[in-house]
């Protein structure tokens, strides 16, 4: 079940992120080319490439939590023995989706308090709850992703195999 669920979160992802750094890509190329080529520049391209890439950094965390990619601490893995590997990968797991849904939680309650208030931001006038909406909606991707692990930890699927070759230990 997992397996299918985080096949479509990673083509999901995956195509937001691609699609988030090319317009960011083509928004930077353009400011560059209006400032200099043009003298002058467009007045909202420097929020908006702030919060495009602050989006994408965001949905990357899930990603990286599927393929393993986040920093680990090497020493805790090399030191515990081959046996405990897969019990260290579980709790590893439960620890990084306890602090998934607390990041789930409190943007969740950031972002109703500034939907509540309305904030707009200050160049492009969109309400600064949208932005704050990646917080808690990449915060649930995480828990299916770390979900995926515990359930899988002692099964051999591909989440497990992705997790203990590349060190999912943090």
Not at 139 to 145: N, Y
Request: overall charge positive; aromatic content about 14%; glycine content about 6%.
């Amino acid at each position: 079940m997992f397996e299918k669920i985080n096949k479509h979160l990673d083509k999901i992802e995956g195509f937001l992120i691609a699609s988030i750094l090319a317009v960011a890509s083509l928004l930077t190329f353009t400011q560059v080319f209006f400032r200099y080529a043009l003298n002058d520049s467009i007045f909202w391209a420097e929020e908006a490439i702030l919060y495009l890439i602050i989006s994408m950094s965001f949905l990357s965390t899930s990603l990286g939590i599927r393929k393993g990619s986040h920093i680990t601490v090497d020493i805790l893995k090399s030191s515990i023995p081959k046996s405990c590997i897969k019990f260290f990968v579980f709790i590893a797991a439960v620890i990084g989706a306890l602090f998934a849904l607390t990041l789930l939680y409190y943007g969740g309650v950031l972002f109703l308090g500034t939907l509540a208030r309305g904030q707009l931001s200050p160049a492009l006038r969109i309400p600064v709850a949208f932005i704050y909406a990646f917080i808690p909606i990449t915060a649930f991707f995480q828990v299916i992703r770390y979900a995926g692990i515990m359930c899988s930890v002692f099964g051999e699927s591909n989440e497990t195999t992705i997790a203990i070759n590349n060190d999912h230990i943090n």
